[in-house]
T-cell receptor
Framework: GQQVMQIPQYQHVQEGEDFTTYCNSS?????IQWYKQRPGGHPVFLIQ?????EVKKQKRLTFQFGEAKKNSSLHITATQTTDVGTYFC?????????????FGRGTSLIVHP | DSGVTQTPKHLITATGQRVTLRCSPR?????VYWYQQSLDQGLQFLIQ???????AKGNILERFSAQQFPDLHSELNLSSLELGDSALYFC????????????FGQGTRLTVV
């Protein structure tokens, strides 16, 4: 089955520091999505990456899809306390079949003021 | 507001009992997914329905079943409950715009005592 690994599992940062989480797949992906889940909340879609080497930005967030379409990263510049939450990647393999978002275990970001 | 409605928000029940969780997808979405999230765990895919038919199964126990009705709402039935079934159960829907991002409900927190 589809294997997706997300690292690190937890990350503590001081407010203002940068943060990066990585998502790695064992197979080539059709696309990758990123979601954020605030404490006590539900996952909320952030972005989808489709093309090899694609880079997308949302304010302080930068999302990148690897050239081989097997990995991705989310980078947050100058973290704020509002960035606290768990960031999940969700993948779909290139081999097709029904589209089922398969989630990594997530990276929990803790921002210390 | 994601547009996905889940009821109830909280459920406390005893071991051996049976419960039904309900999900109303976003208007127009044909796909419904059920996920289980345990403490410090990622989102484990359980089952997907598309326009009333079962499309894919994940790590769903035989004690669990689901269905999607003609009005597209879905129910997840959990029976012979065990302490380990305590978790947050999310429903998500997608497909209205042809995109694949999943829109999650607020979840049902199930506690088995």
């Amino acid at each position: 089955g589809q294997q997706v690994m997300q690292i690190p599992q937890y990350q503590h940062v001081q407010e203002g520091e940068d943060f990066t989480t990585y998502c790695n797949s064992s197979t080539t992906l059709s696309n990758i999505q990123w979601y954020k889940q605030r404490p006590g909340g539900h996952p909320v879609f952030l972005i989808q990456l489709v093309k090899s080497g694609e880079v997308k930005k949302q304010k302080r967030l930068t999302f990148q899809f690897g050239e081989a379409k097997k990995n991705s990263s989310l980078h947050i510049t100058a973290t704020q306390t509002t960035d606290v939450g768990t960031y999940f990647c969700a993948v779909h393999p290139l081999s097709g079949g029904s589209y089922i978002p398969t989630f990594g275990r997530g990276t929990s970001l803790i921002v210390h003021p | 507001d994601s547009g996905v409605t889940q009821t109830p928000k909280h459920l406390i029940t005893a071991t051996g009992q049976r419960v039904t969780l309900r999900c109303s997808p976003r208007s127009g979405d044909l796909s419904v997914y059920w996920y289980q999230q345990s403490l410090d765990q990622g989102l484990q895919f359980l089952i997907q329905y598309y326009n009333g038919e079962e499309r894919a199964k994940g790590n769903i126990l035989e004690r669990f079943s689901a269905q999607q009705f003609p009005d597209l709402h879905s129910e997840l039935n959990l029976s012979s409950l065990e302490l380990g079934d305590s978790a947050l159960y999310f429903c998500a829907s997608s497909g209205r715009t042809g995109n694949t991002e999943a829109f999650f409900g607020q979840g049902t927190r199930l506690t088995v005592v």
